[in-house]
C-alpha cells in the first residue's frame, strides 16, 4: 500500500508517517523541513520524502506525487504563534484539502482513493444534526472571529461532506475528530464514537497524538475500520475519561 501524508513533519504527522511505515506501507511524505523528521533511515526503501510547502506545489506536480498512492492523509495545522494563527495562509487546512483531492481526480485511478483529514471534536458534524447548547455556540461564534485555525478546520471537513459527498466516483473520505491533543510516548486504549459525548468547549476530553495516528493507519490498511467509518465524522477520546465506550481499540496490534 502506498499512502501520501501531508505535514508528515508535525507533531501526529510523524507519528502516523512512523506508524504505516511500521506496518510495512510505503510513504510519500511532503514536509518544509526534512530535518524535522525522526530518524526514518531504517526504513529508506519505504520512505519518499517530499520538500516542498503543499500549498506552493503545482497542480501537476501534486497529482504526480498523488499518482499510485491508495490514500492520501492530512495532518496539517496552523503553528500556536501569532503568526500561524493570525498569519497567512489562513486556509492552510481547506486549501490542501480541495488540492489533494483535485489532485487525486486528475490521475483517473480505477480504485477510489481514501482520503482521512484529521480535524477537531469542536467541528460539528452536520449530516448529524449534532445538539449544541447556546452557550455552546456562542463560544463557538467567538473562537471563530478570534482563532482562525477553527473556521479553517470546519471549511476543510465541510468541503469533504458537501463537495466530495458519499458518491464521488474517485474518493471516499474520513475526518477524524480528536479532543484536546496530549503527547503520549506509546499508544493506549481509546474510544471511537459517531458525536461527541461532551463539550470541547466546557468539558473537554483528551486525546493523545500517538493514538490519533493509531487510528488513522487502523482506517487507511484495515478494511473493516475503513468500511465502518467511511464518509463520517468519528471522535477520537483517550480511554478512561468517563464517557461510554462506542468502540475500544487496543494498542497497536502489528
Known sequence: MKVLVAGASGATGRLLTAELLRRGCNVVAIVRSPDSLPDFSQFREQLTI??????????????RHVAGCDAAASCLGHNLSLQGIYG???RL?????RRLCNA??????????KFVLMNTAGNRNRDLAEP?????RAALGLIRLLVPPHSDNEQAAEYLRSCVGRADSRIEWVVVR????TDAAVVSDYTVHASPT????????????????????????????????????????DAGGGVAAALVLPPARR
Open 50 to 63: 517530499v520538500r516542498a510547502a503543499i500549498l506552493d506545489l503545482s497542480e501537476v506536480e501534486l497529482a
Open 88 to 90: 497567512r495562509p489562513r
Open 132 to 136: 449544541i447548547s447556546w452557550g455552546e
Open 93 to 97: 487546512v481547506t486549501d490542501a484539502t
Open 178 to 181: 480528536p479532543d484536546t491533543l
Open 104 to 113: 487525486i481526480r486528475a490521475n483517473h485511478a480505477k480504485t477510489r482513493t
Open 198 to 237: 461532551r463539550s470541547a468547549i466546557f468539558n473537554a476530553g483528551q486525546t493523545s497524538r500517538v493514538n490519533v495516528a493509531h487510528f488513522m493507519a487502523e482506517l487507511i490498511t484495515d478494511e473493516r475500520v475503513w468500511n465502518e467509518w467511511k464518509g463520517r465524522m468519528p471522535v477520537i477520546y
